[in-house]
């Protein structure tokens, strides 16, 4: 028992800052190599209202979805509470605006965005400020603008497949509060997916491991990620990702 106390206070301090914030590892130097499974699912999920549009990435870190869009995009945005992330972020990926601020007071004006991309983000944030971060991505978007949004399916597969969930409160959503949150906050939800099964419970539990363990970048070998990539694009229980559209 006492080592499961020692156990979660380090992985709180690794996954949260103060309020609730997260506190991550990272790497001075990306490149396509950052751009994991889930990333390039995130792309395929919503490239086709991407190209060519404004559009606003909440929850950045280092730009691996960035990458991604570099040159489909007509502006990027993006947004981190962590300042190195954005530095590493604009270093690499110069015509990025970055903007350090939280997703409840996002420092834009109303209707800027045509698109929002919210991908594995709203679990990190504090709790119970999910309605407000809906309402103020609502408000920076322009009038059916679409919002893009990932994040831990809540089940109980899902949840045993994550440590962080019973080590350092990290959330997972169901359908429905998804859907009510965003009915309240102004969006109608067109398409809701659900992805990701045992392997991407493993490369998750693995990735935790090098990341807050080892304290070490996941070695990239090339049979994983490519079963990665097939797995979080197939139908599962790890992953909710839906698309929204301003009403």
């Keep these: 028992m006492r080592l499961y106390y020692n156990l979660k206070t380090i992985v709180k301090w690794h996954f949260m800052k103060t309020q609730n914030q997260r506190l991550m590892t990272f790497f001075r130097k990306i490149d396509k190599a950052e751009a994991k499974g889930e990333h390039k699912f995130y792309f395929s999920f919503a490239k086709d209202y991407i190209k060519g549009k404004k559009v606003l990435d909440i929850g950045s870190w280092t730009g691996p979805f960035e990458i991604l869009i570099y040159d489909l995009a007509k502006e990027i945005t993006a947004v981190d509470i962590e300042e190195r992330a954005l530095k590493v972020l604009k270093r690499n990926l110069p015509k990025v605006a970055t903007v ?137 229980y790890i992953q909710i990702a839906l698309r929204a559209k301003k009403s």
């Excluded at 965003?182 to 935790?208: P, T």
């Design 100 to 236: 350090k601020a939280v997703s409840h007071k996002l420092p834009f004006r109303d209707g800027t965005f045509d698109v929002v991309c919210f991908f594995d983000v709203i679990e990190h944030i504090p709790a119970g400020y999910e309605l407000a971060t809906m309402q103020e991505i609502n408000r920076v978007l322009k009038k059916g603008g679409y919002l893009f949004l990932a994040t831990p399916h809540s089940n109980i597969l899902s949840k045993v497949f994550d440590p962080a969930y019973f080590l350092a409160s990290h959330r997972h959503y169901s359908d429905n509060s998804l859907l009510s949150m965003l009915k309240d906050s102004g969006f109608k939800v067109e398409k809701i997916l659900h992805r990701g099964s045992f392997f991407s419970s493993f490369y998750a539990l693995s990735f935790y491991f090098f990341k807050h363990v080892l304290r070490t970048k996941m070695p990239n070998i090339s049979y994983i990620e490519k079963t990665m990539e097939k797995d979080i694009a197939g139908p599962g």
